[in-house]
């Protein structure tokens, strides 16, 4: 039950009651003989609180004060009668559809009716004229009416004013809906633009390389590069059809399982083969965890292995990735370069320094990165244990 439909009866109940107190406490022919019209305010009060299950009923309830009134002495309405009389139709045209609603005002009529009638038949009304008789039931009646056509017209505002909320919200839904799929639309076209622009030439080049390395022989030392190169080329296009996966289907699993630090021992070897110096150290026993803060610190490592290798050349780099119960920790150190480097230290992938303490902050870990003494860079990346694989 909607809150008006009880909080407007009750209030009026109460005002009623208010009024018609003051009324029959303050009318001198009431304070005579308060009983009849303590009856008829009864009566209003009671047919009030009763619309808050039926307003036709209700209204009917109090319409009926008009001829319960005259015949228990009063000479008409009461002036707390009147205002109810014209109240309960409109209330009842507002609160039940029209149908059904103009039962109300048809009840008051007959109501003013019968109570005008009686008033006519009373002993002291023997001097009334007809036409008296016939404009005092018009005017109870046109207040009905009038009421419940009140009551009408505020009841189709409230209807419009719902409807134009309801069409508002579904207007809203659609629209965001075409921009999903707009969006979707535009996922796709990146998609099949990254793939055709880069998976392509990236497959081409492995291929290229893989022709080169056949052709050397197999005790060449630049075979085992080659081989490392060809390896990283396919690695990158899975990579990059897992991305373009996800872009095509932005709601359904990734079709390939994301790199995890478990193949930290892969990526060193590739680097080696690239030709820097790397020692790798790993203490700890195998912890949990979360699969972002997995890939989020393989990521660490081969951003950090990249920006070695391109701007610390001939140095040596020393990888450190310490497991513990707490957490999980990744550090790369690299010496000062024995050839010629330039630039700042970033790290690959084109995220940079920001990028990985933003893969930290998601994950609630700290991050490090910073000149060493010697002249090298230190990045250290500390990964909370999140608990339970969630792979």
Do not use: K
Not at 124 to 146: G, I, K, Q
Not at 227 to 247: D, F, H, P, Q, W
Not at 312 to 317: D, E, I, L, N
Request: glycine share 10%; aromatic share 4%; net charge negative.
């Amino acid at each position: 039950m909607s809150r008006s439909r009880w909080i407007v009866p009750v209030a009026g109940a109460v005002g009623f009651a208010v009024i018609g107190g003051a009324e029959i406490a303050l009318d001198p022919a009431f304070q005579a003989a308060p009983l009849a019209p303590a009856i008829v305010l009864a009566l209003i009060v009671t047919g009030t609180l009763t619309t808050i299950v039926s307003p036709i009923a209700g209204s009917l309830v109090v319409t009926a004060l008009f001829p319960v009134g005259t015949a228990l002495g009063l000479d008409g309405p009461t002036g707390v009668g009147v205002l109810a009389f014209f109240l309960l139709p409109g209330w009842a045209g507002y609160r039940s559809p029209p149908r059904r609603s103009w039962l109300a005002p048809l009840g008051a009529q007959l109501m003013a009716t019968a109570g005008v009638a009686l008033g006519a038949m009373a002993p002291d009304a023997a001097d009334a004229s007809l036409a008296a008789v016939v404009w005092e039931n018009l005017f109870f009646a046109s207040l009905a009416w009038v009421s419940w056509i009140v009551g009408i017209v505020a009841r189709g505002a409230r209807d419009r004013a719902v409807r134009a909320e309801r069409l508002a919200q579904a207007l809203d839904a659609e629209r965001e809906a075409r921009e999903h799929a707009i969006l979707i639309e535009e996922r796709q076209r990146i998609a099949r633009d990254l793939h055709d622009a880069v998976a392509h030439s990236v497959s081409v080049m492995t291929l290229q390389v893989g022709a080169v390395r056949s052709t050397m022989p197999a005790d060449a030392p630049q075979t085992e590069m080659l081989r490392g190169i060809e390896r990283l080329g396919r690695e990158s296009v899975a990579e990059l059809r897992t991305a373009v996966g996800m872009l095509r289907r932005a709601d359904e699993a990734l079709p390939t399982a994301p790199p995890t630090l478990d193949r930290a021992a892969e990526l060193v070897d590739d680097v080696r083969a690239a030709g820097l110096e790397v020692v790798l150290h790993e203490s700890g026993d195998p912890v949990s965890l979360s699969r972002v803060a997995d890939v989020s610190a393989y990521r660490v490592l081969q951003e950090s292995l990249t920006n070695a290798l391109r701007h610390a050349p001939g140095a040596a780099v020393e990888v450190r990735i310490a497991r513990s119960p707490q957490s999980v920790v990744v550090e790369v150190r690299n010496g000062r370069p024995t050839a010629a480097a330039g630039g700042e230290p970033s790290t690959g992938g084109g995220h940079g320094l920001v990028g990985l303490r933003e893969r930290l902050a998601m994950v609630g870990g700290a991050f490090e990165a910073g000149p060493t003494t010697d002249g090298g860079w230190r990045v250290r990346a500390d990964f909370p244990n999140g608990g339970p694989h969630d792979r």
